[in-house]
Nanobody
Framework: QLQLVESGGGLVQPGGSLRLSCAVS????????IGWFRQAPGKEREGVSC????????HYADSVKGRYTISGDNAKNTVYLHIDSLKPEDTAVYYC????????????????????WGQGTQVTVSS
């Protein structure tokens, strides 16, 4: 059974940093790409970053480039999302998701391509 569990969310002051974790079980990151998504209140879920199963290819939405960094530790079956310079508009529930990619180097920030989802972790940026 494929499972993804996010952690690391919380209340952070503007300008702070946070590292979210996505621990996966039931499958290997060697064969699945992982995406990070967020959903703010009243808004649609949007993709912010992804990482390929191998090759280390990453992709970021324009809105988060320069502040978000995705990384993976396949040996630990965990993918991380590091967020710097947090802004109030980063407030959202953050989800990770898994997809079986067409190639080892492919990933996507389009939610329709992902089949497996975690439950999410809340990030609140406020002073």
């Amino acid at each position: 059974q494929l499972q993804l569990v996010e952690s690391g969310g919380g209340l952070v002051q503007p300008g702070g940093s946070l590292r979210l974790s996505c621990a996966v079980s039931g499958f290997s990151l060697d064969y699945y790409a992982i995406g990070w998504f967020r959903q703010a209140p009243g808004k649609e879920r949007e993709g912010v970053s992804c990482i390929s199963s191998r090759g280390g290819n990453t992709h970021y939405a324009d809105s988060v480039k320069g502040r978000y960094t995705i990384s993976g530790d396949n040996a630990k079956n965990t993918v991380y999302l590091h967020i710097d310079s947090l802004k109030p508009e980063d407030t959202a529930v953050y989800y990770c998701a898994a997809m079986k990619p067409p190639t080892y180097y492919y990933c996507s920030v389009y939610r329709g391509e992902y089949n497996y989802w975690g439950q999410g972790t809340q990030v609140t940026v406020s002073s």
